[in-house]
DNA sequence: TACATAATGATATGATATATCATTCAAATA
DNA sequence: TATTTGAATGATATATCATATCATTATGTA
């Protein structure tokens, strides 16, 4: 099974934002992508072994990890520890923040934008205690649309 | 310098909430509470062997940090995998959600509670995706009080 | 006391992550 | 083309965070 929303001009993406995917990131970019689930680094070594035939060490895995995720590229998710590919790329708005909503079921994450109004409220909620906020992020744990229903069954 | 909030009723909350705090667990949570920022496990470790002159190994602690999670007078900071205690013994409010503003330049938190209206403001938004959310607990990095006047010098 | 249950200790190991130095690759320049 | 240089990747070691399991000790109850 490969992921909901397939990325056919990442390169076309990267090129417009002057990120540099080399092959070996491109593909650890399509690791994720191709997954369902988020992947810990480790679970990257593993599929990519198989993928592409050839192994690359875990450290050159957490390296990629961390130029990607500094592109906006990928995701860590801070309470599972583990990366997923961001579903926002095709669209045009800026996302300094960003929503997950994460099934504790199945694993499957939705990301979601934030709303402008939403993230404002929280924004002044903080600087009402003197805090300055930065790039915000919301892991929220529950259970997704198909585990309800396969749950009433 | 010890926690803002000390906390001297410790027993009787627990008394109330039908919580079992051994000598042990109670060492624990002081050490928590007498420290400025959350720790580790393994901090926790070497703060106890110099408080109490005694040491504990470090698994124990993790079993009495799960222990005290549960009963809801401990948080585990997800995004930095570190504890603290909560600050709010004191009030009557159940707090099924949470919200810390942590900063990032001298690991200081602050614990504040969601508001009714923004908690349902996100679970609605949660549900429009087909989505039952659990606890909420929300990690707001970004810069203190403190430390935004010392950058203004 | 005798028993049962809960709490803690001891040991091993798994999982996640960073630091550092060496090597390779690829673009820029002579 | 040859040379230089910086970026990317590989290799190795180690730090950090966490769980599993079995043994032992403490605590409450019949
Ligand atoms: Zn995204
Ligand atoms: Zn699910
Ligand atoms: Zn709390
Ligand atoms: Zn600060």
Do not use: W
């Amino acid at each position: 099974m490969i992921h909901s929303k397939p990325i056919n001009n990442i390169d076309k993406i990267c090129q417009q934002k002057g990120i540099s995917l080399t092959q070996k990131r491109h593909n650890i970019f399509d690791v994720l992508l191709s997954s369902m689930i988020p992947l810990s680094a480790y679970d990257i070594t593993d599929i990519y072994k198989n993928k592409f035939v050839t192994s690359m060490p875990t450290m050159s895995i957490y390296r990629i990890l961390e130029f990607l995720t500094g592109s906006g590229l990928v995701h860590k998710l801070e309470s599972t520890n583990k990366y997923i590919a961001c579903s926002h790329l095709q669209c045009d708005h800026e996302h300094t923040n960003a929503q997950f909503l994460i099934c504790n079921s199945c694993s499957e994450v939705e990301e979601v934008a934030l709303t402008q109004e939403l993230h404002h409220q929280i924004e002044v909620g903080a600087e009402q205690k003197g805090f300055k906020l930065e790039a915000l992020q919301f892991e929220l744990h529950g259970t997704c649309k198909t585990c309800l229903k396969k749950q009433s069954h």
